[in-house]
């Protein structure tokens, strides 16, 4: 997949779809927006409390130039975003970051993670009073909820959109910003996605995905399209977005360290189907388990077919991969497997996945 010049990534499947101080970013516990209605959200309200966090982002070099966005994470001066924003223009590339209110300030990145696609940029003297986003819990996400997203689609600084959560725990992939730029790539980006129908365009990528309260619960990174090969594809009622738990823990990996460590399991797997009563069902089936690793000390075999994780359905060896790699290092997770015909529960201690 091509990074676009607007910054958003295009995802593709097995169809084309397309990708559009202090360490802490501890939050305060009250939501920005109180809402009287639930059902009928006051969207100007939501808007109005949520746009100072989100600012625009340019890069440019000799090589290349993009546009994106990003969320103010802490009053350090702290942004979160993509990394193919971040990266977007190649080594040596000045990033500049404009504030809801029109000021611009100088960037320098503070640490990368390829294989989430999210990175966290630092202010140059930033000012006192910038306004952190309010992380909200993703996990919490039910279909169907109402969600706003703010960026900076095609330029066009301190957009909103509305729509809904349309599916969670999307497996989405892309390559990586190196192998769009033709550089030696890096692992693809696998994303356990949440999927919303609000419009997001090239270059609300690192932008915010929030609820009616004001809530961060996800960062914008890819779109779909209709099987062009052009990454400037436009919104068709399909975007993704990184969920903001998995997003919080890789930004404070990023702002105390520079990288990020992530979980393992320790299996290779292959698309496939078993057999359960009298009904088949898709799964990622195990082909091999690495010694020493998490999956041999719980007791995976080869053949056995993982269908679920911690009650969420596994469909496919990719699904699997995304899950994973939303959790937490040392985390115990439940796999459902189906072995010999028998449905079972494992748990597993994720480790580190190791630098080879």
């Known amino acids: 997949a091509g990074l676009a010049s ?14 559009a101080a202090t360490a802490s970013t501890a939050q305060p516990a009250a939501a920005p927006v109180i809402q009287a209605n639930g059902t009928a959200p006051d ?5 109005k409390a949520v746009s100072p966090s989100v600012v625009a ?8 130039e993009g546009e994106g966005s990003g969320v103010v994470i802490d009053k350090a001066g702290h942004i979160l975003t993509n990394n193919h924003v971040a990266t977007g223009a190649g080594n040596g590339a000045t990033i500049t970051v404009t504030l809801d209110d029109g000021r611009t300030y100088a960037a320098t990145i503070a640490g990368t993670d390829a294989s989430t696609d999210l990175a966290v940029l630092t202010l140059t003297n930033p000012p006192s009073d910038l306004t952190p986003i309010v992380f909200g819990d993703s996990d919490a996400l039910a279909v169907g909820d109402p969600v706003m997203a703010v960026g900076n689609p095609l330029g066009l600084a301190g957009t909103v959109t ?8 999307r497996p989405v992939t892309t390559g990586s910003a190196d192998s769009a730029r033709g550089q030696n790539a890096s692992d693809p980006v696998v994303t356990n996605a949440i999927q919303t129908s609000a419009a997001i365009n090239p270059g609300n990528s690192g932008g915010a995905l929030v609820t009616a309260d ?16 052009s990454s400037q594809s436009g919104n068709i009622g399909i975007g993704f977005a990184i969920p903001s738990n998995e997003a919080k823990t890789i930004a404070d990996q990023l702002i105390a360290s520079g990288s990020a460590q992530h979980a393992y ?3 290779s797997t292959a698309d496939g189907t078993v057999s359960e009563g009298s009904s088949e069902r898709a799964a990622a089936v195990i082909r091999s388990v690495s010694a020493g690793t998490p999956a041999a ?3 995976l075999n080869s053949g056995d077919a993982v269908v679920a994780m911690n009650g969420d359905r596994v469909d496919s060896s990719l699904s699997l991969v995304a899950a994973i790699r939303e959790q937490r290092v040392g985390k115990e997770i439940t796999l459902t497997i189906v072995r010999g015909g028998t449905r079972q529960d494992v748990k597993v201690t994720l480790t580190a996945r190791p630098a080879s």
């Open 43 to 47: 969207w100007t309200a939501t808007a």
């Open 297 to 299: 000390a719980a007791g």
């Open 57 to 64: 982002i340019k890069v440019a070099s000799n090589q290349a």
């Open 162 to 169: 509305t729509g809904i959560v349309s599916a969670l725990n």
């Open 214 to 229: 004001g809530r961060l619960v996800g960062v914008n990174s890819a779109i779909a399209s209709l099987g062009s090969t």
């Open 265 to 267: 399991l320790g299996v």
């Open 6 to 19: 607007g910054g958003t990534y295009a995802v593709t499947r097995s169809t084309a779809i397309t990708p």
